[in-house]
């Protein structure tokens, strides 16, 4: 068995959502209540809340939680004025405290809070899982003990701000026209005028007085003197404006956040835990949130909602059923909480995880294997009852790397459970995909190939098979090879033969008026034709669907016969020489250089042989001359090859 291929085992202790608000880390929430402990109390009262209809009212529940809060702010009160939260002793002497006294203040003050985790106090434990802004949108892993804290840390960008600008086009400055010019000069003439006009006013009043400067200045005095009254009066009646005004409350900015996955792997599985969870789980989660946040800062109010309910948290730490109320407050009322709980109690069981935020629908898992094409040994891990096959589902004619999701054309899909139970949880569900959906799982069947049902239903290949890989992500159908009474099939070496005794039961009300579980499988101990089983037409429908349940839960396997081929190395080295050949003249071919139209011989001349110079060295020349036919055609050029004597052609 391949090292990589191992059963599912999430080992998931906790979820920690943690956030640098105005530059303070902070553990604002984490699930389960009580990490690494029996947590069955909680998720049982939560469960039994959820799923109570007849609840109090939403005016009851504003009214709690304003008691609720005001008594926490009480508190937070008298904590300040004390100056500690430490009980008050009584001293029987001074300097001296009774053992007794001693006892109780040390269990008050080593008593955890709510959010120091692991035996971990939570300040320092928030400020280990704050590193520095290089780490923005990479793998975070950090080891305490026997525990692996996994996350993808998210910080702001420059200025606090999430959202990346866009740039700004500078706009050009405008030239200064000669209109601008012209009513600028008219304003400033205007504005002379008006100050010599205010000027020749003032000198008329001064003469009116008589001349004596006194006499202005205390009409002056008078006319100021009333102003003052009146804008007193208006202070009265309406607020001035230059008051000093209350200073703006600062908002609230969130530098960072990052959500920690807390792991406690086996020592030789750590690599494989670690990866896969941060592929399927850690990574998306992240990438989620950091979307939703630079869209509507969905982030930042939660956790300012998150962190009001601290001090609930704390007064609720000492008793169970408080703690799991307050819990129960915060996941009805905040969105990242809900899809934190959703995801620990899914991804811990190796289920599912399908959460909503704000606008955005999501789903996560861990895949977990679905077949092995080798037994695993006898120090291997051991998983019985999971189909033993070497088959595999991609198209043969895909790369080598096998990149491509698509399924095989030559596939088909296996139903993991009823049809009726698919079916209605399909209707059940809002989404564009159910009738497609609904009709594709009707006319499906295991004997036939998505190349079959494109072509007897007239739905296009891409379209079945992109719904084939629908409900195999979901987990409700398995790719497999179309069943076919012709093929061998065997009981599987990694059949589970401790449940057989249950799966008689169930056999025997799916098909009451067949043979039984035990003697299907004793007929198939021995390699045969599945057709040899089947003892009429009429029952071959019947065996088939037999053969399918027993195919679905890993009792029955193909058996698949492989031929190996060799090839000689003299045959080998003779088709490399081959191939050699070949391309070599290819290449000759590519590199002789083309002929232009002055370059070409004529076609209407004929070689004529000359009589030899004393002076060359060669035995005989030829030259061309034109000829024409008989009817005046152009005919080919002959060689002297063809024509041994040039004046048999005249």
């Known amino acids: 068995m391949s090292s990589d291929i191992l059963p599912p085992n999430p080992c998931l202790l906790a979820i920690l959502l943690v956030a640098k608000v105005n530059s303070e880390p902070n553990i604002v929430f984490h699930y389960p209540p009580r990490p690494g402990a029996d947590n069955t109390h909680f998720t049982r009262y939560l469960a039994a809340q959820d799923k109570d ?16 809060e005001d008594v926490a702010n009480n508190e937070d009160s008298k904590e300040t004025k004390t100056g500690d939260n430490t009980p008050e002793l009584d001293v029987e002497e001074p300097g001296s405290v009774s053992p007794e006294k001693n006892d109780i203040w040390r269990k008050q003050y080593e ?11 939570s300040f320092g434990l928030a400020r280990l899982l704050c590193p520095p802004s290089t780490s923005h949108k990479q793998r975070f892993e950090m080891s305490i003990d026997d525990k692996v804290f996994v996350g993808r840390p998210i910080y702001a960008r420059e200025g606090e701000h999430w959202r990346k600008k866009k740039k700004e086009k500078k706009a050009k400055p405008r030239k200064p026209s000669t209109d601008d010019e012209i009513v600028e000069g008219q304003g400033k003439g205007v504005v002379s005028k008006q100050a010599s006009i205010q000027e020749a006013e003032e000198s008329t009043d001064a003469s009116e007085h008589g001349g004596n400067p006194d006499n202005g200045l205390q009409s002056k005095e008078g006319t100021s003197s009333a102003t003052n009254g009146l804008q007193r009066s208006k202070d009265v009646l309406e607020p001035s404006v230059h008051k000093r005004q209350p200073k703006p409350v600062k908002e609230d900015t969130l530098n960072m956040f990052h959500v920690v996955f807390v792991l406690n792997p086996l020592p030789l599985e750590y690599q494989l835990r670690v990866r896969e969870m941060y592929d399927h789980v850690v990574k998306k989660f992240s990438k989620a949130l950091r979307w939703e946040q630079a869209r509507s800062s969905l982030v930042l109010r939660e956790v300012t909602a998150l962190l009001k309910d601290a001090p609930l948290m704390k007064r609720a730490h000492t008793d169970d059923q408080p703690l799991a109320n307050m819990y129960h407050r915060c996941l009805s009322r905040s969105i990242i909480a809900k899809a934190i709980s959703v995801l620990f109690n899914n991804i811990s069981i190796s289920r599912i995880a399908h959460i909503n935020l704000s606008q955005s629908s999501l789903s996560f898992q861990i895949p977990i294997p679905t077949s092995i094409s080798v037994l695993p040994g006898p120090l291997s891990s051991q998983m019985p009852g999971l189909w033993l096959t070497t088959a595999t589902s991609l198209p043969a004619d895909d790369d080598v790397n096998m990149t491509s999701s698509q399924l095989a054309s030559q596939f088909t899909i296996l139903l993991l459970s009823d049809l009726s139970t698919i ?3 399909v209707n059940d569900t809002a989404s564009p995909l ?5 009709h594709f799982l009707q006319i499906s069947r295991p004997t ?3 190349l079959q049902i494109s072509q007897s239903s007239g739905i296009p290949l891409p379209d079945i098979q992109f719904l084939a890989s629908h409900l195999i992500y979901w987990r409700k159908a398995r790719a497999i090879p179309p069943l076919h009474q012709r093929d ?31 003697k299907i499988l004793n007929l198939l101990s021995t390699p045969r034709a599945y057709s040899s ?11 088939m669907d037999i053969l399918a349940w027993l195919l679905r839960d890993g009792w029955v396997t193909q058996l698949r016969t492989f031929a190996w081929v060799r090839v000689p190395l003299h045959i080998k080295m003779i088709v490399e020489s081959q191939g050699d050949a070949e391309r070599s003249l290819e290449s000759s071919i590519e590199l002789q250089p083309r002929r232009t139209k002055d370059e070409e011989e004529p076609k209407n001349t004929l070689a004529v042989p ?25 005919t080919p050029s002959l060689g002297p090859s063809l024509i041994q004597n040039p004046r048999q052609a005249s």
Do not use: C
């Open 448 to 450: 036939k190939s998505f």
């Open 488 to 518: 061998t099939y065997i009981v599987s070496p990694n059949a589970d033969m401790s449940k057989l005794v249950s799966a008689t039961s169930k056999f025997a009300k799916v098909f009451p008026a067949l043979p039984s579980l035990p």
């Open 53 to 68: 209809k007849d609840g109090s009212s939403s005016t009851d529940d504003d009214s709690s939680s304003s008691h609720d």
């Open 533 to 543: 089983l089947i003892p009429s037409k009429d029952h071959k429908e019947a065996f």
């Open 111 to 121: 008593k955890p809070r709510w959010n120091d985790l692991f035996g971990l106090g």
């Open 434 to 438: 159910s009738a497609p959906l609904a």
């Open 423 to 425: 079916l209605s949880e």
């Open 610 to 634: 000359l009589p030899p110079s004393p002076t060359s060295s060669t035995t005989s020349a030829h030259t061309t001359i034109p000829f024409r036919g008989s009817q005046g055609s152009p």
